[in-house]
């Protein structure tokens, strides 16, 4: 593929962006790496015309939560194959969670992150810091100095700092550094030895459950903390209907909180998991189908703010195991679009610009980061969806190293076809 900062012309493209009043069929011009001209029937010299009519331009997506597991189980994922998978994905940037091995819990680990990424030169990579060190739930990190490092939120993710005394004051320190919060809301003991969704299905399956409410607790007890202190704070993975309630009037108060929700929590319920197969749990557990609908109305309405994937690459031989013993977690950064598009967007579930809002366009105000939007001057970071595109989904296709998808032997449509950061071409279907 072509990685140079040529001047590229994208004609004919269905222009959908949250910033547009309109959707129409535009051309626009990439030169020097930025969105030089936006228009009907441009025509420029020495430029690369690539014609994409029955297309949508889109603004460069952006993942506010992936688990890149470099350093520690380069096995499973790198900063290089996720990159790959998130560019292939039309994701321009990233956000990664501190749960490695060591963990992101000092200025030089956030910095590792920022120097291999700059190295891969494809998606912008941008680390989430520990709110405590060694992800262990007591001892606070150097949160300033993370910051100054360049993390772009804080997390414990994969564990809750249980202690509300220890989270009270890493919020407290976080406002004075004005950096958010990205939490895994889940009550640790309430949820302990869970499997899957407690409840009917739990049950006729024999398998241990993790109940809706170790869910709703915890995000109750969050919400009530950044109201305490002012904290901004982001609930992760968000996937019970009485979470969503309390997210809304956590709103309605005005009160600085965000959320987002998978792909897999808005498409899948409890039922996928009655064949034990391990690529279908995940933490949180797929819920019911009230939950469900409740979340999609919820992504809808801007009560949950954003989709992020999640994305939790394992090796072939963990996900192999029995589902009690396999690990949490399904990658997403090369399914989200076409599984979102094809269960969502094409059924009128949910408007195209609100889908690009939810993708882009939210992610980058939520934790302040670049892009979001395509303007006249800013750094062309874009992509390019075929929504008439269809193929399957299968393992031989995935260029990031985790095959763990709960969307293997779907056939998807709305793929992405190409993806461009900073101007360059970093993912062409063609190529």
Not at 303 to 312: F, G, L, P, S
Request: with cysteine; net charge negative.
């Amino acid at each position: 593929m072509r990685t140079e900062e040529e001047a590229v012309l994208l004609k004919g493209g269905r222009l959908v962006d949250p910033g547009f009043d309109g959707e129409e069929s535009v051309d626009l011009l990439i030169r020097n790496g930025r969105i030089e001209a936006i228009g009907k029937d441009l025509s420029f010299a020495d430029v690369r015309v690539k014609d994409i009519r029955g297309q949508w331009i889109v603004p460069g997506l952006i993942d506010l939560h992936v688990h890149f597991r470099e350093p520690g189980e380069e096995e499973k994922e790198t900063i290089a194959t996720g990159s790959a998978a998130a560019v292939k994905g039309g994701f321009t940037a990233v956000c990664c969670m501190p749960n490695t091995s060591p963990p992101l819990d000092t200025p030089a680990g956030i910095r590792f992150v920022i120097d291999r990424a700059n190295v891969v030169g494809k998606a912008r990579v941008y680390p989430i810091g520990a709110i405590t060190m060694g992800l262990e739930g007591e001892g606070l990190t150097n949160i300033g100095s993370l910051a100054e490092a360049g993390a772009v939120a804080l997390s414990d993710d994969g564990r809750m700092v249980m202690d509300s005394r220890i989270m009270r004051r890493a919020m407290e320190y976080a406002k004075a550094f004005g950096i958010p919060f990205t939490l895994h809301s889940i009550d640790e003991n309430l949820a302990a030895g869970g499997h899957m969704n407690e409840g009917v299905v739990s049950a006729k399956l024999g398998v241990s459950g993790s109940p809706a409410h170790a869910e709703i607790i915890a995000v109750m007890r969050d919400v009530a903390l950044a109201e305490l202190t002012g904290a901004r704070v982001h609930i992760a993975h968000v996937s019970t209907k009485g979470a969503i309630e309390v997210i809304r009037r956590a709103k309605e108060k005005g009160l600085p909180v965000t959320a987002e929700v998978t792909p897999h929590h808005l498409i899948l319920t409890e039922e996928a998991v009655e064949d034990y197969d391990p690529n279908f749990k995940m933490n949180p557990p797929l819920r019911t189908k009230e939950d469900r609908e409740a979340l999609q109305e919820a992504l809808q309405e801007g009560i949950i703010d954003a989709i992020a994937t999640d994305h939790a690459p394992h090796t072939v031989l963990e996900k192999s195991l029995p589902f009690d013993e396999a690990p949490f977690g399904v990658t997403g950064l090369e399914t989200a679009v076409a599984a979102t598009y094809t269960y969502l967007v094409k059924p009128g579930i949910l408007k195209p610009r609100r889908w690009i809002e939810s993708l882009a366009t939210m992610p980058a105000k939520i934790f302040g980061l670049p892009g979001g939007r395509l303007a006249v001057g800013e750094p062309a970071d874009l992509t390019v969806i075929d929504p008439n595109l269809a193929k399957e989904v299968k393992e031989e296709d995935f260029v990031g190293k985790g095959k763990n998808s709960c969307f293997l032997g779907e056939t998807l449509s709305g793929w992405p076809t190409m993806t461009f950061v900073g101007g360059r071409c970093q993912y062409a279907a063609e190529e």
